[in-house]
C-alpha cells in the first residue's frame, strides 16, 4: 500500500561546536598505563585503542560521513512523548510494501545502510522490483538521534515495540507493514509479531530469543548459572566459556549498574569508544582484526553517532529496563510469536559443538521454536552478529524468501 508521506525532512547536521569539544576531550584524555596488555588479555590494548583516537582526532572526516548519511530522507516526530528520529527510503517497485529495521547495542541505525538500496529498489540490485519495500530505520529510543529522552526513563524493547506500532499504523498511515531486527532489535520485532501480529504480513530477525530472555533474578548472568560437565571435551568446554565471555560483561554491567558505567562513559570519548569497541571486536567475525569487518571510518562513524547526542548511558539503560520491567504475554496462544517469522542464524554464533550444517536442527528441537511460527530458517556458515552489516547480500535473500506468498 503506497502511503503519501507527508512529514518534512530533517536532515541529521552535527554543529560545529559538538566536534570541535569532540577533538578538545580526544586531546586531553588522561590515559591508564595498560601494562603488559599487548596480547588483549585485560581488553582492549592501549597500542590500537591510541591509534584509533589519533585518527578520530586528525584525519576522520564527520562531514563526509553525514553527508552519506543524509543521502537518505531523515525524520523525526513524537511518538507517546518519546523523540523518534527515523531514516526512510521509499521502495521503487509496483507495490511496496512498509518495512521497519530495529537495530541493537551497540549498533546505530546506520549498521542497516548496506541494505537499504537493495530492499527499497530491488530492480537496480538484480532483484524483483515485485519484492520492493518501503524502508524504515529509526533509531531506539535513547540511541543515537532518538534524543533526549523524556524524564521517565523506563523504556524497554517491548516497550519499544508499543511505540514502533504506533509510529507505523497511527503517524506513518499503514494498515500492515513488516518489521525485521537483530540483536535486542529481533526481541523488538518478535514482540510486534507477538502483539501486533494482525497489523503485519511477516517478520525477519537475526535471532531467535524467548521473548522473556531478560526476565528472572539472574537475567545479567549469562550462562543462567550453568556448571560445566566433566565428561566433555577441552574443546567443547573452550568454546562454551569463549562464547559466555563474549557477552558476559556487558550483559551483567549493563543489567546491575548501568548508571555508574554511564558517568566515565559519558564524560570521556575514549572510555565509551573503548566499551563500545570490545562488542564490535568480539561479535563481529573478523578473522582476528575488526578491520576486516568495519574501517576505521566505519568505527568512528557510529562512535560519533552515540557521542555527540550523549546517548551511552539511555542506550544501555535498556537492558536494566528490560529486567526491571519483565516481559508478559498480550495472549496465551501458541505459538507466542504469530506472526510469520523467518530466521537468519550465522556461523560465529552457533553453538558450541553446533555446526551451521545442524544449526537448524539444533534450533527445531529446542525449547526456542515453539514459540515462533517460523515459516523460514537460513543458516550461514560465513557472518557475525552484525548481519546486516557484515553479510548484508544473505540478509537480503533471507529476508525477501521469508515474505514471498505473504504481500
Not at 530522507?73 to 521503487?92: I, S
Not at 557477552?247 to 555508574?260: C, K, M, N, Y
Request: net charge negative; proline share 7%.
Amino acid at each position: 500500500m503506497a502511503v503519501s508521506f507527508a512529514l518534512e525532512p530533517h536532515p541529521i547536521y552535527v554543529s560545529d561546536e559538538l566536534l570541535s569539544d569532540l577533538r578538545n576531550r580526544l586531546k586531553n584524555t588522561r590515559w591508564p598505563l595498560d601494562n603488559g596488555n599487548d596480547d588483549w588479555f585485560y581488553g582492549i590494548s592501549r597500542n590500537y585503542l591510541e591509534e584509533l583516537v589519533d585518527y578520530w582526532m586528525n584525519q576522520f572526516d564527520w562531514r563526509k560521513s553525514e553527508s552519506a548519511i543524509n543521502a537518505y530522507e531523515h525524520y523525526k516526530v513524537n511518538v507517546e512523548g518519546v523523540p523518534v528520529h527515523f531514516m526512510r527510503k521509499p521502495g521503487k517497485g509496483p507495490n511496496p510494501i512498509p518495512l521497519i529495521l530495529s537495530h541493537g547495542w551497540p549498533w546505530t541505525f546506520w549498521h542497516w545502510s548496506k541494505v537499504i538500496d537493495p530492499l527499497a529498489d530491488p530492480g537496480v540490485f538484480g532483484g524483483n522490483p515485485a519484492e520492493a519495500f518501503d524502508v524504515i530505520v529509526p533509531s531506539l529510543p535513547g540511541y543515537g538521534f532518538s534524543s533526549p529522552l523524556p524524564s521517565n526513563p523506563d523504556l524497554n524493547y517491548w516497550k519499544i515495540a508499543d511505540l514502533w506500532n504506533i509510529l507505523m499504523t497511527d503517524i506513518l498511515g499503514y494498515d500492515r507493514y513488516a518489521a525485521g531486527g537483530c540483536d535486542v532489535g529481533a526481541l523488538i520485532t518478535g514482540q510486534l509479531g507477538h502483539k501486533y501480529s494482525d497489523n503485519l504480513y511477516a517478520i525477519h530477525i537475526g535471532s531467535a530469543l524467548k521473548l522473556n530472555f531478560f526476565n528472572g533474578d539472574d537475567a545479567w548472568n549469562f550462562a543462567r548459572g550453568r556448571i560445566l560437565p566433566d565428561n566433555i571435551s577441552q574443546e567443547k568446554k573452550e568454546n562454551i566459556l569463549e562464547l559466555d565471555r563474549r557477552f558476559a560483561s556487558h550483559l551483567a554491567v549493563h543489567v546491575l549498574d548501568p548508571s555508574t558505567l554511564a558517568f566515565g562513559l559519558s564524560d570521556s570519548p575514549v572510555g565509551m569508544l573503548a566499551w563500545i569497541l570490545e562488542r564490535w571486536i568480539k561479535w563481529s567475525n573478523n578473522n582476528g582484526n575488526v578491520e576486516n569487518v568495519f574501517s576505521k571510518d566505519d568505527l568512528l562513524t557510529h562512535a560519533t553517532i552515540f557521542w555527540v547526542n550523549n546517548t551511552i548511558e539511555t542506550s544501555i539503560r535498556v537492558y536494566a529496563n528490560n529486567n526491571r520491567y519483565p516481559w508478559t504475554p498480550s495472549h496465551n496462544r501458541w505459538p507466542v510469536i504469530e506472526a510469520p517469522t523467518g530466521i537468519t542464524f550465522v556461523g560465529y554464533e552457533n553453538p558450541p559443538g553446533i555446526t551451521t550444517e545442524n544449526r537448524i536442527k539444533d534450533f527445531l528441537d529446542s525449547d526456542r521454536a515453539p514459540w515462533y511460527n517460523h515459516v523460514n530458517i537460513t543458516a550461514h556458515e560465513v557472518g557475525g552478529h552484525f548481519i546486516p552489516w557484515e553479510i548484508p547480500d544473505k540478509w537480503v535473500e533471507d529476508l525477501r524468501r521469508t515474505f514471498r506468498g505473504l504481500r
